[in-house]
């Protein structure tokens, strides 16, 4: 399965799993991968995964 690491000066900081589907990104309760930081919008990026292929897509 797909992940998404978080990291913040080359630390990681947080893994999330990618589920099959859309996932919203950002700093909003009802976003999928929330992210607490000033440096991420509200809702900050798409993630669509179809089987083995994941497509980030920026919201802003």
């Known amino acids: 399965m797909a992940k998404l690491i ?3 000066k ?19 309760a009802d976003c999928d991968i929330q992210i ?3 440096a991420v919008s509200g ?9 083995q292929i994941c497509v980030l897509e920026d919201l802003n």
């Open 10 to 28: 080359g630390a990681p900081v947080a893994e999330h799993e990618l589920r099959q589907g859309e996932m919203v990104i950002g700093r909003k």
């Open 43 to 51: 809702r900050h990026a798409k993630v669509a995964t179809t089987g």
């Open 6 to 8: 978080v990291s913040f």
């Open 36 to 38: 607490d930081s000033l």
